[in-house]
């Protein structure tokens, strides 16, 4: 895996080297942005350079400004960046995972050797919140240039080293330790969603999945055979106009305690969707490589809980299919038979995550008994024009489970939004000539979708994420700067840490 960046932590230091970034915190009104003593003490040979340039550029220490000073008098580094973390006692963790972003989107790409002093003037930084600034860093830093044969100056430049000054530096140490597995599980999903699907096929998918192996995750992988056996004629009834075979990856995290219910997650995992015969417009296209957001998703979430050994039992199943449209695709008007038995008639084969999401809920219910089950995909453009991209759709037959991941959104930054299930948009879903059909036409597109996965998870709690506006295309942020977010890992990583672990 690429390192962006290099992190490590260190005591205050006794005198200054290189770039330094200072913590500058926003004073009552009337005053002078504060810095911290042992900061101040740093700065002794520049006399009140700081103070005075702050005047000068009307620098208060509000979060996400910052005070660039280059080549600063009396003292031996190239340059000084004060930065503003606004009212320092009301900074909650993702406020810090924000200000490490936003630090490392304000390193000059010719920097290759960074110190930032944790110390504010009400006292030290507290590991926790070290460790989630070094974080931001980490998902700031990230980038996907892997296909670029020629690149800027910016971008072949070595990635810089970032040294956190901190006095409790051990603490913050093992506080990161934590959280590396967790940017990790981002990076990768991140990578997942980037990749073009001429490389990322069903296939090369299962193969990466496997590299959990290496942190002891046991993984298996379903081929079409095997899914023929189990009866995924929905799943398989989507990708047989390809000529990638399908398959279904299960990925097991076995931390809790023997015998113990896991916890499932699901990913749709399209990773490449035409459309088939129901064939989407030329413009914009190119971007259904990214339609398995939500398997690169709960990839990235098994790699989270094995790298920090969550206490808990977990399994993660992806669908990996391609929607393509050849003599051999599925048609409207064709009806197929799901796992569970139910019978469905496809009115457009471009509603085609929730064929496979559908086969491998049940096959999940009904294989492993879990706790409960999310799944995460990139499903319909109705959530984007109900929601827009701030927020992902959540759908539950389960209020408390609901609840649990609308609280983990608010921690995390990864914002969800309650949506209903009810019989009377059920009823649109009701087809004439099978058990179901698998569009209810035009309008409360994303409701009718999560009714139709609701068909197949019977009375185990389950929540359904779509994240069509915020797995891929994304708007930047300050964590990231990436076409592929990585969106749902922290979100799911926290439900489970704050929830499910024994």
């Known amino acids: 895996m690429p390192d962006h960046v290099k992190i490590s932590f260190a005591k205050l230091p006794s005198s200054l080297d290189g770039l330094i970034v200072l913590l500058a915190a926003e004073p009552a009104e009337g ?58 006692a009301e900074l909650k963790p993702f406020d810090w995972l924000k200000l490490g972003g936003s630090i490392m989107g304000r390193l000059p790409a010719s920097v290759k050797d960074v110190g930032i002093v944790l110390a504010l003037p009400g006292g030290e930084v507290a590991p926790e919140a070290a460790a989630e600034l070094a974080l931001g860093l980490r998902l700031r830093a990230y980038s996907f240039d892997r296909y670029k044969t020629r690149k800027k100056p910016d971008e072949a430049s070595p990635k810089p080293k970032v040294t956190l000054y901190i006095e409790n ?30 490389v990322l096929t069903p296939s090369e998918f299962a193969k990466r999945a496997g590299d959990l192996s290496k942190l002891g995750v046991d993984v298996e992988v379903l081929g079409e055979k095997d899914l023929r056996k189990l009866g995924m004629g929905a799943l398989l009834g989507v990708g047989q106009g390809s000529e990638q075979e399908s398959r279904v990856v299960v990925m097991r995290w076995n931390g809790g305690k023997s015998g113990e219910a896991p916890v499932a997650f699901v ?33 990235g979430l098994m790699h989270a809980l094995a790298s920090r050994k969550a206490k808990v039992n977990a399994v993660g199943l992806i669908g990996l299919v391609e929607n393509m449209p050849d003599g051999n695709a599925q048609r409207p008007g064709d009806i197929v038979t799901s796992m569970s038995g139910q019978t469905i008639e496809i009115i457009n084969t471009d509603a085609e995550g929730r064929l496979v999401l559908g086969d491998v809920l049940w096959y999940a ?112 942020s300050e ?5 592929g977010s990585g969106w749902g890992v922290r979100l799911l990583d926290h439900l489970v840490a704050k929830h499910y672990e024994s």
């Not at 002078?32 to 740093?42: F, G, H, K, N």
């Not at 759709?393 to 209903?420: I, Q």
């Open 31 to 88: 005053e002078e942005p504060a810095l911290a003593p042992t900061v101040e003490a740093l700065l002794a040979p520049a006399g009140d350079l700081v103070q005075r340039a702050a005047l000068a550029d009307r620098f208060t220490g509000k979060a996400g400004k910052a005070l660039d000073i280059v080549a600063p008098a009396g003292l031996a580094v190239p340059r000084l960046l004060v930065v503003g973390v606004g009212k320092a």
């Open 169 to 198: 530096d051990s603490a913050a140490k093992r506080a990161f330790k934590k959280r590396e597995g967790i940017g990790e599980g981002v990076v990768i999903a991140r990578d997942l969603v980037n990749e073009p699907a001429n």
């Open 267 to 299: 990913g749709k995992g399209v990773v490449f969707d035409t459309g088939g015969i129901s064939i989407k417009q030329a413009a914009g296209m190119e971007d259904m490589k990214g339609d398995m957001a939500g398997a690169a998703c709960v990839v």
């Open 365 to 476: 219910k009904e294989r492993f008994k879990p706790q409960f089950m999310v799944d995460l995909a990139t499903l319909t453009g109705a959530i984007i024009v109900a929601l827009g991209t701030e927020h992902a759709g959540l759908f539950s037959n389960n209020d408390t489970l609901a609840e649990r991941l609308a609280d983990s959104g608010l921690v995390t930054g990864e914002k969800v939004w309650r949506l209903p299930l009810s019989p009377e948009y059920d009823k649109l879903i009701d087809s004439k000539f099978a058990d179901m059909k698998n569009t209810g036409g035009r309008f409360g597109g994303s409701i009718t979708a999560a009714q139709f996965i609701q068909r197949f998870v019977g009375d185990v709690p389950w929540a359904h994420l779509d994240i069509a506006g915020t797995g891929m295309s994304s708007p930047a």
């Open 479 to 483: 964590i990231n700067k990436s076409w």
